[in-house]
């Protein structure tokens, strides 16, 4: 079945200290990769995408995510995190097939709290 | 101008109750979501409609009810509401898988 696992629940950073939030997916065709974030009462904003090409992929507001097909792993990566990216990070998987285009599956998602 | 927008963004109601969520996106997006995000903040896709055509429906209670009068609008009607159904309920819209989905701003839905 697919999958995808965060498995820090809780990160605390200083700012300007530089992040990495870790993603692991289970699913048997070549996957369609995804970050999102979510501020404290907001919706889900998309941070980047992947789903060919380069396994190094820019996103908004400095983030970075890399895909590495043999450990499964999406892992979000920012150099220096500011006040502002405190927020909840959902790594989530996009399944396609007739039955599940454009469905989801996301992970339990990573809280970042960013000490002054 | 708001992408994804969805009203009520709060709603308080009892057991029993029958309750409505709208939902609109002025994206040009073939494609809507219906998400359930628990109070653990886990994310579960519900309904999913492809230019007004049920396409993804998961185990979710029949009491859940999704409508699509138009392909910018997805409405969510609940019927008989349950404790269990206090949740945040996000809309979404996306154009095709690789382009990602955009979210609505939620609809905390409280019962009890």
């Known amino acids: 079945a697919q999958s995808v696992t965060q498995p820090d629940i809780h990160i605390t950073v200083s700012e300007g200290a530089s992040l990495e939030l870790r993603c692991n997916y289970s699913?048997?065709?070549?996957?369609?990769l995804f970050w999102y974030v979510q501020s404290p009462g907001q919706g889900l904003q998309l941070l980047l995408k992947y789903f060919s090409g380069d396994t190094l992929v820019q996103g908004i507001k400095g983030f970075e995510a890399e895909f590495k097909r043999s450990q499964s792993s999406f892992n979000l990566r920012k150099p220096s995190v500011h006040w502002s990216d405190a927020a909840e990070y959902f790594c989530a998987v996009g399944l396609h097939g007739s039955s599940n285009t454009g469905k989801l599956i996301f992970g339990q998602g990573t809280t970042l709290q960013v000490k002054p | 101008d708001t992408a994804v927008s969805q009203t009520p963004k709060y709603l308080v109601t009892q057991m029993g109750n029958d309750k409505s969520i709208k939902c609109e996106q002025n994206l040009g997006h073939d494609t809507m979501y219906w998400y359930k995000q628990d109070s653990k903040k886990f994310l579960k896709i519900m309904f999913s409609y492809n230019n007004k055509e049920l396409i993804i429906n998961e185990t979710v209670p029949n009491r859940f009810s999704p409508k699509s009068p138009d392909k910018a609008h997805l409405n969510l009607h609940i019927n008989s509401l349950e404790l269990g159904d206090s949740a945040v309920y996000f809309c979404?819209?996306?154009?095709?898988?690789?382009?990602?989905?955009?979210f609505g701003p939620g609809t905390r839905l409280t019962v009890t």
């Open positions: 699913y048997g065709a070549t996957p369609y």
């Open positions: 979404a819209s996306s154009q095709d898988l690789g382009s990602g989905q955009y």
